[in-house]
């Protein structure tokens, strides 16, 4: 069994997306989230996470308005 997570990977990838968008910059405190599919074996308490989950990294603090 592979012993990674399979968000684990995938962490650097969306680091950079959010940054190439300009939602953070490279440095700033961020937050990752990671968006478990409805059936993944992580949220059932079965196992590690089996599903291919999504991945997003936000900015720290309050959101800010335009
Ligand atoms: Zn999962």
Same mark, same amino acid.
């Given at each position: 069994?592979?012993?990674?997570?399979?968000?684990?990977?995938?962490?650097?990838?969306?680091?950079?997306?959010?940054?190439?968008?300009?939602?953070?910059?490279?440095?700033?405190?961020?937050?990752?989230y990671?968006?478990?599919?409805?059936? @993944?074996?992580?949220l059932?308490?079965?196992g590690? @996470?089996? @599903?291919?989950?999504?991945?997003?990294?936000?900015?720290?603090g309050?959101?800010?308005?335009?």
């Open positions: 069994m592979n012993m990674i997570p399979n968000y684990i990977p995938k962490i650097p990838v969306a680091t950079e997306r959010a940054i190439q968008a300009g939602i953070i910059r490279r440095g700033q405190l961020a937050h990752v990671v968006a478990h599919d409805d059936w @993944c074996d992580l059932a308490g079965k590690p @996470c089996n @599903c291919n989950p999504d991945v997003q990294v936000r900015p720290d309050p959101e800010k308005l335009n």
